[in-house]
Nanobody
Framework: QVHVAETGGGLVQAGGSLKLSCETSTSIFSIFRINTMGWYRQGPGKQRELVATVTSEGTTTYRDSVKGRFTISSISRDNAKKMVSLQMNDLKLEDTAVYYC?????????WGQGTQVTVSS
């Protein structure tokens, strides 16, 4: 059983900052099989798009539009939990979306419910 839960999100003015957090919990026998965690987002009327990922080795990737503004990082909370965070700075109107956390464990993706980020002018 794998459980993925996001926290954070909300309403912020353009130029402001928000931090999203996501915790993945599973068995102590499976936690080491997580090889990637990351964030997708889906804006109004848009397709879901990849925002940022971090591998178990610490390699990060970002979509071009968030480079230099967003930072993804991951830590292990304990033997059965792993957390990934997304620090979002200098937010823009186009960053408005539902942000989804995902965890890739043994080639299978597990998703959170999503958290709304709204950037106002």
């Amino acid at each position: 059983q794998v459980h993925v839960a996001e926290t954070g999100g909300g309403l912020v003015q353009a130029g402001g900052s928000l931090k999203l957090s996501c915790e993945t919990s599973t068995s102590i026998f499976s936690i080491f099989r997580i090889n990637t965690m990351g964030w997708y987002r889906q804006g109004p009327g848009k397709q879901r798009e990849l925002v940022a990922t971090v591998t178990s080795e610490g390699t990060t990737t970002y979509r071009d539009s968030v480079k230099g503004r967003f930072t993804i990082s991951s830590i292990s909370r304990d033997n059965a939990k792993k957390m990934v965070s997304l620090q979002m700075n200098d937010l823009k109107l186009e960053d408005t979306a539902v942000y989804y956390c995902y965890t890739r464990l043994a080639a299978k993706d597990h998703w959170g419910q999503g958290t709304q980020v709204t950037v106002s002018s």
